[in-house]
T-cell receptor, first 115, second 114 residues
Framework: SAVISQKPSRDICQRGTSLTIQCQVDSQVTMMFWYRQQPGQSLTLIATANQGSEATYESGFVIDKFPISRPNLTFSTLTVSNMSPEDSSIYLC????????????FGPGTRLTVL | AQSVTQLGSHVSVSEGALVLLRCNYSSSVPPYLFWYVQYPNQGLQLLLKYTSAATLVKGINGFEAEFKKSETSFHLTKPSAHMSDAAEYFCAVRGMGGANNLFFGTGTRLTVIP
């Protein structure tokens, strides 16, 4: 398995501001993903974080709103830009370990509230 | 495209009773299927996974699931519910795109009644 940490664990932000969420993994990973879980709903994939190149975004998500970086194999950031109350969600980092093609591990999530 | 459907957004059982959480999948190829649990204010934890080996899969905390191709189902069961089982449960299927990421069902909230 892997130990995945996310910072911050939670935050309350004002409309129009931006928040950067960090994801750090203690193992070598091949894939890193960012998911959103809106209140009372399931998980939706935002993007796949690619090392050293632009992230691959799912339909409905754009780089200007959710810029993602992945400078190395074990670290990634997701920024939620120009926030509105509709962005209030839990944001989860997920990884697939080297040598494991099927299983995904999840971080504890970042609980974001936008006022 | 791969997808999963979870029947029942809320399930309530008495402590000691059978737990049955339903998941049906849609896939054009043999699927890889997963059950995750999310306790309040926590991330997701893998309960078990099916990756085309044995059709009856045993997971953690006494849970198991059976892959039934004829029914396109992967229901999660536990013979005797415990209070600590109260949580949100998600069924997921691995996608077949480049990243092979997971696609999740809408979740089932399990309540265990003392």
């Amino acid at each position: 398995s892997a130990v995945i940490s996310q910072k911050p664990s939670r935050d309350i932000c004002q409309r129009g501001t931006s928040l950067t969420i960090q994801c750090q993994v203690d193992s070598q990973v091949t894939m890193m993903f960012w998911y959103r879980q809106q209140p009372g709903q399931s998980l939706t994939l935002i993007a796949t974080a690619n090392q050293g190149s632009e992230a691959t975004y799912e339909s409905g998500f754009v780089i200007d709103k959710f810029p993602i970086s992945r400078p190395n194999l074990t670290f990634s950031t997701l920024t939620v830009s120009n926030m509105s109350p509709e962005d209030s969600s839990i944001y989860l980092c997920s990884v697939r370990l080297a040598g494991e093609v099927n299983e995904q591990f999840f971080g504890p999530g970042t609980r974001l509230t936008v006022l | 495209a791969q997808s999963v459907t979870q029947l029942g957004s809320h399930v309530s059982v008495s402590e000691g009773a059978l737990v049955l959480l339903r998941c049906n999948y849609s896939s054009s190829v043999p699927p890889y299927l997963f059950w995750y649990v999310q306790y309040p204010n926590q991330g997701l934890q893998l309960l078990l996974k099916y990756t085309s080996a044995a059709t009856l899969v045993k997971g953690i905390n006494g849970f198991e699931a059976e892959f039934k191709k004829s029914e396109t189902s992967f229901h999660l069961t536990k013979p005797s519910a415990h209070m600590s089982d109260a949580a949100e449960y998600f069924c997921a299927v691995r996608g077949m795109g480049g990243a092979n990421n997971l696609f999740f069902g809408t979740g089932t909230r399990l309540t265990v009644i003392p």
